[in-house]
């Protein structure tokens, strides 16, 4: 298991376990590592597709929180009404799941560290 | 979101609100609205029945308004308090079906509020949607928006009906409830405004370009945002 996915299990470990102080989640060590593996490919400026068609650029905390021409992707503290939760947890319609283009969605895991971070207020640590 | 038919061109049924109340109300959302000129703003309750008429002019061309309507996998872009949204299989040819689940809160009374309904483009290009109460968490529901081009700008009408099949405690009362539909039917448009908006710009030119032009990444963000509304006013 690789250090990363070694975190990912001890930080939802700590959520499921029902523990009263969740595990703070890192933008850094936790969120970004995720995003550049999974949405970077399109969410990236210059060329990058879904950059090009939303202005979404999801390569730094700044431009992340700005989000799209559309408006922000992220409600710091509520997980349920971030458009960035609904469409990795596929709760927008299923044909807008992202990531788009994959073969697979982002694992449970990954979902459970994207939704800890924007409860736990989206900070830039 | 969507509602009315049968009442679209018919006076709203108690229409008894008194213009104090509109007022209080439209001084409550006038403030943050950010959208349109407002040319006409009415919200009744007759016995259980909700009805909201709204006449806006959205500073955004008429197909482009029609367009994020008809947008329905996007119809989350249109209210903040979507959490879940989709397309299910359409009943018949020319008719969306679309689903949406929204928190609605009052005061301190929250419930996710779940509502299905049939979509229909007219002839004449306005939309009429109608609840499905089986899928539903209301026993009706209605609504009809009529886009016209006004220029380089449009006029929207939206006018609605529900009659909510779900308990609201009697605390709450007729006030906050009204107060909470004006409220989304007011920010829907503010969003409607600003995804047309923003949909026409990167037609013009794509987003690329945009960018390089020195506009911020975010155009429309503020308007989207309802802490700060009117950015590109």
């Not at chain 2, 679309?98 to 996710?112: A, E, S």
Request: glycine share 8%.
């Amino acid at each position: 298991m690789s250090p990363r996915s070694c975190r990912y299990v001890l930080l939802l470990a700590g959520v499921v376990s029902g523990c009263h102080t969740a595990p703070q989640v890192s933008y850094r060590q936790d969120v970004y590592p995720l995003l550049q593996h999974n949405c970077l490919v399109c969410h990236s400026p210059p060329q990058g597709a879904g950059y090009l068609k939303t202005g979404l650029d999801l390569t730094g905390y700044e431009s992340m929180m700005q989000g799209s021409v559309y408006g922000p992707v992220i409600k710091p503290g509520n997980s349920r009404h971030s458009i960035l939760n609904m469409l990795v947890e596929g709760r927008a319609d299923a044909s807008m799941r992202m990531p788009r283009n994959r073969d697979h969605p982002l694992t449970e895991q990954e979902i459970g560290i994207l939704r800890l971070w924007v409860d736990q207020g989206a900070k830039n640590n | 979101m969507l509602k009315t038919q049968a009442h679209h061109n018919a006076k709203l049924p108690g229409k008894t609100v008194t213009c104090t109340l509109i007022w209080l109300i439209l001084s409550a959302l006038s403030p943050r609205s950010g959208a349109g000129d407002l040319i006409d703003f009415q919200l009744s309750d007759n016995g259980g029945e909700y009805s909201v008429r709204v006449v806006m002019a959205v500073y955004a061309p008429a197909r482009y308004v029609r367009a994020v309507l008809t947008d329905y996998t996007h119809i989350y872009r249109l209210n903040p308090s979507i959490t879940e949204s989709g397309i299910l299989p359409s009943p018949q040819p020319g008719v969306a079906r679309v689903r949406t689940l929204m928190q609605g809160c009052v005061l301190f009374f929250c419930k996710d509020i779940e509502r299905v309904e049939d979509v229909r483009e007219l002839k004449s290009g306005d939309l009429q949607a109608d609840v499905v109460p089986a899928l539903s968490n209301f026993r009706s529901g209605h609504a009809k928006w009529v886009i016209q081009q006004m220029g380089k700008i449009s006029r929207v009408t939206y006018e609605g009906s529900m009659q909510p099949d779900f308990f609201i405690p009697p605390i709450i009362g007729s006030f906050f409830v009204k107060r909470n539909i004006g409220k989304e039917v007011m920010s829907s448009f503010r969003r409607l405004e600003c995804v047309a908006r923003a949909r026409a710009q990167l037609d013009r030119q794509p987003y690329r370009q945009v960018a390089a032009d020195g506009i911020p990444a975010v155009a429309c963000a503020g308007q989207c945002d309802d802490s700060n509304p009117g950015c590109l006013k």
